[in-house]
């Protein structure tokens, strides 16, 4: 009896430190743009949507970097990292920017500000260029970038939960014209790797209880 309740605890176990392991590292992933939605201004915004890792099923991304060029049926590779786990296109230095980002993707997604808006404001975060397009003026995007900004500043890390970050590598795209590729942000809604850890230690402490006990059966 003892043995087939270890046997059934400890494979559960190891499946959970496997997946918690897994869900923190980063990857590299195959991505195909497919198109992306008309906004207000020349450029598509969110949603761009993409199939990943060759998947058929479509994957909707927001675009943080305005000045790098793709065009509908161009495939590369990236690496997909956690958000706030890596330091992206834009380096650590632009932490800030990726936090800010994050919150205003998630606002779009919610229904709070609109994508034009939220993309523009985007855009505006990491490249000065966009805050010159008249588009970005008359979405109201300065006052979007400026407000989630001040959020950025204090929200703790649990505000960017779900978050991924797709980082082109250069050099795998396969419309060499272009040049580097641009960086995309996506959402998951699936439990944080520490969450998943802190699952894997209870897990840990029950399969101990279970064996101290069974040992005293």
């Excluded at 020349?42 to 990943?52: A, C, N, Q, R």
């Excluded at 649990?158 to 590598?169: D, F, N």
């Excluded at 998943?196 to 059966?217: D, E």
């Amino acid at each position: 009896m003892r043995l087939r309740r270890l046997s059934f605890i400890l494979p559960v176990l190891a499946l959970s430190l496997i997946f918690a392991s897994s869900a923190s590292a980063n990857s590299v992933v195959h991505m195909r743009y497919l198109g992306g939605s008309d906004g207000t201004g020349p450029y598509p915004v969110y949603p761009y949507m993409f199939h990943i890792n060759y998947s058929s099923s479509v994957t909707d991304l927001i675009c943080d970097s305005y000045n790098n060029q793709i065009r509908i049926g161009e495939s590369w590779q990236a690496t997909e990292t956690p958000f706030l786990q890596g330091s992206g296109l834009f380096g650590s230095t632009a932490s800030l920017d990726y936090r800010a980002a994050g919150l205003i993707f998630k606002s779009i997604l919610s229904g709070k500000i609109s994508a034009s808006a939220g993309q523009w404001a985007i855009w505006g975060l990491f490249a000065a260029n966009a805050t010159t397009q008249s588009t970005y003026t008359s979405v109201g995007a300065g006052a979007v970038a400026a407000y989630y900004l001040g959020l950025a500043a204090t929200d703790p890390n649990s505000a960017y939960s779900g978050l991924v970050l797709y980082t082109p590598i250069k050099g795998s795209q396969s419309w060499a014209q272009g040049g580097l590729p641009q960086e995309f942000i996506g959402y998951n809604a699936v439990p944080e790797p520490s969450s998943l850890m802190l699952l894997g230690t209870g897990l840990v402490g029950l399969a101990g209880a279970i064996r101290r006990k069974l040992g005293k059966a």
